[in-house]
């Protein structure tokens, strides 16, 4: 609407200038000049006149009309460029939003799988941890990861560089750069300080590390204290950079890690509670039974080494030392005149006995920390044949670990005295064990138990490392 009334205004001022000038110079000109002649002659260069004002008006009326055309235009492009600027930044935020959308979605879904798996040995867990990383942050071509006890650096795995070397070298925690600042930092030199490393490892650490352009790190913290570090590292002569979003993404595989160390903290003062809980009942079996004094660290022990040998999971040697501990927890229920009878049971009295297993099974049902394993108790007479109880599973129906202890339970209550009779020697006990395998015993369980006796490791007084086994579950 401005621009027709701007446009309708130019119109206006040239009718007026030009009907006031055809008008009033006439009437000017008649009443200064008598003479016809001069008279004409005037109105040649009035004629003249009159073009070139009017194009000079013209000009002048059009220029300023162009020139706020212009400036109107140049503030339209300025505007068109600043919302060009404003949606590229829109763009770039958008893609970087989708970028850290799908970063932290294959995040979820790896905590999901790491859940599932039951990790429980922090080796496992961070290892597993730094695996993702490295994945999920497409700048990293390399990755390490460290725990820190005792004021050492222990690598607990790496990727990219040479783990077999690495994992042999122990390093100062004065050593890492930017110690015990909260934060993620980016260094050119691995996160480590190499000049203040030893002599002993420096040349060791050089070699098995690659060149590196950058190195991303932070810290891995539980109750203020630093209990390791996660580092994700650039090739030496990579066009990459790690940019603010890999920051956040590092981040939170630190808070990751922190939690898990959280968790494992509070569940090691669970699982002493219950460890020491568990000790004291099997005290109490002892004294209530003195003839199976020992026993069930016997066959705890003699189960987990075993499970060693069969080269099961970490978690179900774990479960075979400790049902390896209670499977007897039952016998509690069964009158001490019966355990400790020197003569043969009757019928009634082996009826009774022979329900310790149900006993035992029902009772560690209702423990969060032991409900796993009581299967493995209730099962733990059961025979390969089909003829043992209580439930007279046969074969592969009868769980490993049950069928471990059932031969670790029969060579130690064997070699052990008994108020019935004296304790059986090496030799006879062994042929007992072969002479029942593919009966009462599983016959790959006795193949394995036959070999530890070969390799004479088996010695079942010898102790093992319990700080390592935890109520897992």
Known sequence: MNRF???????????????????????????????????????DYKGFFYVLSNAILLYLLISKYTYNINKRKDEVDALNEQLMANNEELV???????????????????????????????DDFLSQLLDA??????????GKIYIIENDLCRFVNSIGHDFNVLKNIKIKQKTLFDYNNKGVFISDDYSINIDKVSKKYKADLLKALKPIKKSLYIDINMNESIVGRISLDIAAGSNKQFCETTKKVLNSFAVLASSFFAF?????????????????????????????????????????????????????????YWAGMVHDIGKLLVPVSILNKKGKL??????????????GNKSLSDSDALKHISKYILYHHERWDGKGYPAGLKNEEIPLISQMICVADSWDAMRSKRAYREPLSKETALSEIRKNKGTQFAPEVVDVFLDMIGDEISEIDKDIDTKQLNLVR
């Open 92 to 122: 770039e935020s958008l893609d970087e939003l989708n970028q850290m959308n799908e970063r932290f979605i294959s995040m979820i879904n790896i905590v999901s799988n790491l859940n599932k798996q039951n990790i429980f040995y922090e």
């Open 264 to 320: 494992k903290y509070y569940n090691n003062l669970q699982e002493e509670f219950t460890k020491e809980l568990t000790g004291s009942i099997i005290k109490i079996l002892e004294i209530y039974d003195h003839y199976t004094r020992g026993h069930s660290e016997n066959v705890a022990n003699l189960t987990v080494k075993i499970a060693e040998r069969m080269e099961v999971s970490k978690k179900m040697i774990n479960d075979a």
């Open 133 to 142: 990383a490295v994945k999920i942050v497409p700048e990293a071509d390399y």
């Open 5 to 43: 009334l701007k446009q309708k205004k130019i119109i206006i001022i040239y009718l007026v200038v030009g009907f006031a000038w055809i008008y009033f110079s006439d009437k000017i000109l008649l009443f200064l000049i008598s003479d016809i002649d001069y008279y004409n002659k005037i109105q």
């Open 346 to 359: 009757d019928d009634e009295e082996f009826q009774l006995v022979k329900k310790h297993p149900i006993w």
